[in-house]
């Protein structure tokens, strides 16, 4: 399976960083199966940081690597990725012990329906509902070492402005 990295710099090593804000599934690296998610990322970061270019690294995943390792799959919202997604964005010093965790992307829109919950403006059966008539992309998130090892870097595609 191809996966996707949208980055300002050629990722042909990838490697676990400590974001500077919260996310979704915690510190790691991020990919998705979506060309379109990736390229996305990379032009709104062009934009924000007045790039001379960017590239949507591409990434072979051994699938089969994966089964030693300890993973979270979500193939939808559900309460658990609510709750895990909440966790990991609001919990100050919050760490799982996931090898890789794979779910939806919670985008801009997603965010403001997430606010709407933690504000108790609406409750969670009422957040999932709204969520599941979003069309989310999906994103991987790989949390190790042990798991960045499934991935084989394929090529970097540059992105200009």
């Known amino acids: 399976m191809k996966l996707y990295h949208g980055s300002l710099e050629l990722v042909t090593t990838p490697e676990i960083r400590k974001p500077n804000r919260t996310l979704d599934y915690g510190s790691g690296f991020y990919t ?3 060309y379109q998610q990736a ?3 990379v032009q709104r970061r062009l934009d924000e940081r007045k790039a001379d270019k960017g590239f949507v690294n591409v990434y072979e995943l051994n699938e089969s690597m994966l089964g030693g390792l300890r993973c979270l799959f979500f193939e939808s919202p559900t309460e ?9 964005r609001t919990q100050r010093g919050f760490v799982h012990d996931y090898d890789v965790v794979y779910g939806p992307v919670a985008n801009d829109r997603v965010y403001a329906s997430f606010a709407l919950y933690e504000g108790n403006i609406i409750d969670k059966q009422s957040l999932i509902a709204e969520l599941k008539t979003y069309k989310l992309v999906d994103q991987y998130l790989f949390h190790t070492s042990d798991a960045l090892r499934a991935l084989s870097f394929l090529e970097g595609k540059e992105v200009l402005p």
Do not use: L
């Not at 990725?81 to 966790?87: E, H, L, N, R, S």
């Open 32 to 34: 998705t199966t979506s």
């Open 39 to 41: 390229f996305e990322w």
């Open 80 to 88: 658990e990725w609510v709750d895990f997604v909440m966790k990991n």
